[in-house]
């Protein structure tokens, strides 16, 4: 046989490897995408969620049912075992938006597992009922065997695919489309329905604050910088309450030990008190910065996540790369073409009822059905031949021919149903049906209305509760070497040259500080070379080293003076200069580069201090003075390529510091930016004042407290702020604050002590129910009472100037009272810097509030005479004295005493 076989006809029969492998491979590669891993751009669903969710539908009577009845019944739909149909329901369940749950479904905060399938219940949430499901406008298919139909996609009237968000790998491809807010998808979708762009940004679960600068609508390319909320409770303590997006609070806890085990940051314990809500409780260990801490755990810990996003979805049975926006602007679009199918489906069952109700009305009212031809019809072909006769009159008002299903339908009526027929009520049934018609053709016509109304109905409806929860802002970036705690010693062996952490100790060795593992180190050499390398173990940076330190990017406050010798010349020179940045492992010649160039002085100097050195020269024959002094605050601070300044041509014998100078340098000017709430030295934000030596910040907190803090960059600020500035010891602020257990607004003016930096102290009254209401650095601040005046409670509006209400006392002072009428609103108005020249309060103002009480009828007030303040008081039976701690009033009836700033009702001062 194989001899007869033709070679040309066996090699054409024959094929190649490479050719079965690329059509396999195609074909697994387009099943993984299209049913296992990719969402649909209509529903947002993958296959297995699509059928898991068909099938509670097909099983929903109202009742929970158990969560591996449901696997089983979904197994009819989907081939591919209870364990992925199982993770898949219990992911669904958790983002609490599809199904009502019952039992232990888990919890994707802190990684539990959900329980077993036999266990945990479930059903439809009201919410999937309303928007998922229609079987009218549903397109079906059969199932994999053929028993069953399933559809091939649901018809979701809502973008809940960025609402649930999505995570698929593929082959060749993957998926990674964020969750978004439920409220702000719905106003998103209305604005799209007006033609105007959305704009959607992330919002997560698990809360935490996003950096989305760089979403990219979500699109290859972007990123989204997630950070868990970290509240500094005291200077020893932090507490973690919200976790990044896509980790746990196990695995959280995890990198913190890591990078605590690592060196990266120190800390005594953490403790895990999750709950209902997250609270993972960081102990510092004893001298450790809690500011540095928070941003050190930002570095190297997972309370900072960056995340990816790559929205791919299907559409039109192929896999495309949208922005989250148009795809909003599909759904939206797609949800208002699935509501124009249901209002057409209605439109038509609408007219088929009037069709009917007409078709009976008339085969009742004109007795067809008692005619003789109709009554002696021996088949129904002869029915529908005599119907269709009897019906030829009326054949112009029915929207449609009538057919003979109508007819069969009529036949089949008992005639117990056609005696009892009421025509009146049957005419008032068509006129509803014609009402609905008539908004029915109104919703068509009004489609896009139509539209908006239907998602303003789900906010109402399913809004509530559904506010966003992860805060957006904007990050600085933390700079790891900044926030890297030291662990590590670096040790100099100047002689031969090497620098390190694992340097073999000997007599040339020596310690130079502590640094961090990651940081970078800066060497001066005696031959006037610098360079700049990373930490490591061991490594040869030259001979003859003269300066090692740990080097600091962009810093210009660090000055390096020197001296040096030119090789070529003999001509020594001086130079000040900064190093802000170079390239790693790069020497650099800071010498006019001849061969011999020595270093004859260095020294540096953290804030550009400039002393003062004695130079001593060799004895030469023309020379008379052989020594003088330099100061090197009169040089001035140029870049490190610079020759210098030339300071004798003749051969020095010695260069000694004489005196250490002071700094040459301005103070350092602070700015504060508002978006990073974080203080910076780049002109960003709102500028706060040159800072130098012992100068501090306040900021005022929202509570009634107030902190001092140093200008320190690293430095963190509590969200509840009201003023940040820098503090001036004798600048007065303006108060007005409510007292909760006198239940009168106060005022008060005074300067802010001078206490410990870092420590919270309350400058208004602690007792429940006190807040801060305005508070004011101006010279003369101006507010607005809407008060109530009298029995009849007449409504007055005054303006009141806080400087002529009460002179400046202690910060512990509680204050007079800002009006004896009741008070409404209080509004700051104007606030004049200018101590001399402002204008009065409103006539009839200051007077009508500042009220005396009468002895004899103390629950009438009167007002102040025109009189000295002493004079006022003798009248109502008061005397003023004046002691140098405080000033008190002695009631001469009684002989009791009064703080004036507890009597409500002076305002003497």
């Known amino acids: 046989m194989s001899e007869n076989l033709d070679p040309n006809e066996t090699m054409h029969n024959v094929i190649p490897l490479d050719g079965l492998y690329e059509n396999w491979f195609l074909d697994y590669a387009s099943y993984v995408i299209l049913d296992r891993a990719v969402p649909h751009i209509n529903d947002g669903l993958k296959p297995v969620q699509r059928r898991i969710l068909h099938s509670l539908k097909e099983m929903d009577d109202g009742r929970f049912n158990k969560a591996a009845n449901v696997i089983g019944n979904t197994m009819k739909y989907h081939p591919h075992g209870d364990a992925s149909i199982g993770d898949a329901m219990v992911q669904i369940g958790q983002k609490d938006l599809l199904i009502d749950r019952q039992g232990n479904w888990g919890d994707p905060v802190t990684g539990d597992a959900a329980a077993a399938p036999r266990y945990i219940e479930a059903r439809l949430s009201k919410f999937a009922l309303d928007v998922v499901f229609n079987p009218d406008t549903t397109i079906w298919q059969a199932s994999y065997d053929g028993r069953n139909r399933e559809p091939i996609t649901l018809p979701v009237k809502f973008p809940l695919l960025l609402a649930q968000g999505a995570d698929g790998i593929a082959v060749g491809l993957a998926t990674k489309i964020l969750p978004h807010n439920f409220i702000e998808l719905i106003d998103a979708s209305i604005e799209a329905l007006r033609g105007n762009r959305p704009n959607l940004l992330p919002d997560f679960l698990t809360g935490g604050m996003a950096d989305a600068t760089n979403y990219n609508e979500g699109q290859r390319g972007g990123k ?206 068509m006129k509803a049906l014609e009402a609905e018609i008539k ?34 802002r904007t990050f600085d970036k933390v700079e790891a070497t900044q926030v890297a705690l030291a662990n590590v010693k670096l040790y100099v062996n100047r002689r031969d040259g090497f620098i390190g952490s694992g340097i073999k100790r000997d007599e040339n060795v020596e310690y130079v500080c502590d640094c961090s593992d990651i940081d970078e180190i800066i060497v001066f050499r005696e031959d006037g070379k610098c360079m700049i390398t990373k930490m490591q173990d061991k490594v040869f940076v030259g001979k003859d080293i003269l300066h090692v330190a740990v080097f600091k990017k962009n810093d210009e406050r660090t000055v390096y003076n020197m001296m040096y ?45 400039a002393e003062v050195v004695n130079i001593q020269l060799k ?44 700094s040459t340098l301005a103070g350092r000017k602070i700015w504060y930016d508002d978006v990073l709430k974080r203080l910076n030295a780049d002109s960003r934000g709102r500028y706060l004042g040159e800072f130098d030596g012992e ?39 303006s108060v007005i604050h409510y ?146 701690n405080e000033i008190e009033i002695k009631n001469k009836r009684s002989d009791s005493k009064t703080d004036i700033d507890d009597s409500p009702q002076l305002g003497l001062f």
């Not at 003016?749 to 807040?771: A, D, H, L, T």
Request: with cysteine; aromatic share 8%.
């Open 565 to 609: 010798k030119d090789g070529e010349s003999g001509t020594t020179y001086i130079k000040r200069f900064s190093v802000v940045g170079v390239t790693r492992d790069k020497e650099y010649d800071l010498t006019k580069g001849t061969k011999g160039t020595r270093v004859s002085y260095f020294s540096a100097n953290p804030n550009g201090e």
């Open 739 to 884: 007292d909760g257990k006198s239940k009168n607004y106060l005022v008060k003016r005074f300067v802010f002590e001078n206490i410990v930096i870092g420590k919270q102290v309350s400058f208004i009254s602690e007792e429940p129910g006190s807040k801060l209401m305005i508070i004011s650095g101006a010279a003369q601040p101006v507010v607005k009472v809407e008060q109530l005046k009298g029995k009849a409670e007449t409504q007055e509006l005054v303006e009141l100037n806080l400087t002529d209400l009460i002179d400046v006392k202690g910060m512990k002072a509680m204050g007079n009272r800002l009006s004896a009428h009741t008070v409404k609103t209080i509004e700051l108005i104007a606030e004049h810097d200018d101590a001399e020249d402002v204008p009065d309060p409103a006539p009839d103002s200051v007077a009508d509030t500042q009220l005396i009480a009468d002895v004899t009828e103390p629950n009438e007030p009167k007002p102040i005479p025109d009189a000295t303040p002493e004079k006022a008081a003798k009248d109502v039976g008061f005397e003023i004295t004046n002691d140098p």
């Open 619 to 662: 004895p030469h024959s023309k020379l008379k003075k052989l020594q003088f002094d330099e100061n090197f605050a009169d040089i001035a601070i140029k870049g490190r390529g610079s020759m210098g300044n030339q300071v004798t041509k003749y051969p020095v014998k010695k260069i000694v510091l004489k005196s250490k100078g002071v």
């Open 439 to 472: 908004e029915v053709n109104h919703n068509l016509k009004h489609l896009t209305d139509y539209a908006i109304s239907w998602y303003t109905r789900l906010k109402e409806k399913y809004g509530k509760g559904r506010e966003r929860k992860t805060e957006l």
């Open 695 to 733: 100068d501090k910040i306040i900021t005022i907190l929202s509570n009634g407290t107030y902190e001092l803090t140093s200008f320190d960059l690293s430095n963190h600020f509590d969200d509840r702020m009201q003023i940040i500035e820098k503090y001036d010891p004798e600048k007065v602020y």
């Open 224 to 429: 989204v910088r997630v950070r868990a909320k970290i509240i500094e409770r005291d200077k020893k303590t932090l507490a973690i309450t919200e976790i990044p997006y896509n980790t746990t609070t196990g695995s959280l806890i995890d990198s913190v030990i890591s990078a605590n085990d690592k060196g990266k940051i120190k800390i005594k314990k953490i403790e895990d008190n999750t709950a209902a809500s997250v609270e993972i409780v960081i102990h510092l260990a004893p001298g450790i910065s809690p500011d540095v801490t928070i941003d050190a755990l930002y570095a190297f810990t997972d309370c900072e996540v960056s995340i990816s996003p790559n929205t791919c979805i299907i559409l039109d049975d192929k896999p495309h790369f949208m922005s989250v926006n148009d795809i909003l602007i599909h759904s939206a679009n797609h949800t208002k073409g699935l509501l124009k199918m249901e209002l057409d489906i209605r439109l038509l069952e609408l007219k088929e009822k009037i069709f009917f109700s007409s078709l009976l009305k008339i085969f009742i009212q004109e007795g067809m059905y008692k005619h003789p031809d109709y009554e002696s019809s021996g088949n129904f072909d002869a029915v529908v031949e005599v119907l269709n006769r009897l019906f030829e009159p009326f054949f112009p008002q029915f929207y449609r021919t009538i057919m003979p299903e109508d007819y069969k339908k009529l036949i089949d009526k008992p005639m117990s149903s056609i005696t009892r027929f009421d025509v009146k009520k049957a005419d008032e049934q």
